[in-house]
T-cell receptor, first 116, second 110 residues
Framework: DTGVSQNPRHKITKRGQNVTFRCDPI?????LYWYRQTLGQGPEFLTY????????KSRLLSDRFSAERPKGSFSTLEIQRTEQGDSAMYLC??????????????FGSGTQLSVL | QKEVEQNSGPLSVPEGAIASLNCTYS??????FFWYRQYSGKSPELIMF????GDKEDGRFTAQLNKASQYVSLLIRDSQPSDSATYLC??????????FGQGTELSVKP
């Protein structure tokens, strides 16, 4: 499988619980992005990595959210003390040609989070 | 003002017609422009990208860019029911991250 892989596909949790999502990018891609998408909206940028370095975090990302990419390969996104407003599709994307005009992002299937 | 703006639709066209999807952006420093297609419940899929002013054609799809007007469009010729989806316009700001519009829902009626 040469695409971006995300796990789990669906996650249902109770408010206040912690959740963690995993993303495995396309193997030769050095950039990895996390986006969040709610119904009727476009994907909203959360954060991105180049290799293992986290280069940018959205101002919208509260301190309950943390992301890691420890070996420059897979990445995890953790949400602590989940709130109902965190319910969304969490999308991971990877790319090569980092920072160049022809950089193209390829998305995984996403993790649908429902906070009850 | 949103950084990338699209009409949310829905845009309804008959099968075989030309569908025209529009997008405006606010940052004049934006370098490249992308169109993604997203079927309901699925993730975005890249269908077109354009960097230079003018038109770029790929099969039934044509992307148009006018940097002076900060305007990007996507034309779909000979629209098919299978083209029914949400079309997302995305702009690459310097540094690499994509900023997305809210998407335009397209419905192609048989």
């Amino acid at each position: 499988d040469t695409g971006v892989s995300q796990n789990p596909r669906h996650k249902i949790t109770k408010r206040g619980q912690n959740v963690t999502f995993r993303c495995d990018p396309i193997s030769e891609h050095n950039r990895l992005y996390w986006y969040r998408q709610t119904l009727g909206q476009g994907p909203e940028f959360l954060t991105y990595f180049q290799n293992e370095a986290q280069l940018e975090k959205s101002r919208l990302l509260s301190d309950r959210f943390s992301a890691e990419r420890p070996k420059g390969s897979f990445s995890t996104l953790e949400i602590q003390r989940t709130e109902q407003g965190d319910s969304a599709m969490y999308l991971c994307a990877s790319s090569s040609n980092a920072g160049q005009a022809n950089e193209k992002l390829f998305f995984g299937s996403g993790t649908q989070l429902s906070v009850l | 003002q949103k950084e990338v703006e699209q009409n949310s639709g829905p845009l309804s066209v008959p099968e075989g017609a030309i569908a025209s999807l529009n997008c405006t952006y606010s940052d004049r420093g934006s370098q490249s422009f992308f169109w993604y297609r997203q079927y309901s419940g699925k993730s975005p899929e890249l269908i077109m990208f354009i960097y230079s002013n003018g038109d770029k054609e790929d099969g039934r799809f044509t992307a148009q860019l006018n940097k002076a007007s900060q305007y990007v469009s996507l034309l779909i010729r000979d629209s098919q029911p299978s083209d029914s989806a949400t079309y997302l316009c995305a702009v690459n700001k310097q540094g690499g991250k994509l900023i997305f519009g809210q998407g335009t829902e397209l419905s192609v009626k048989p």
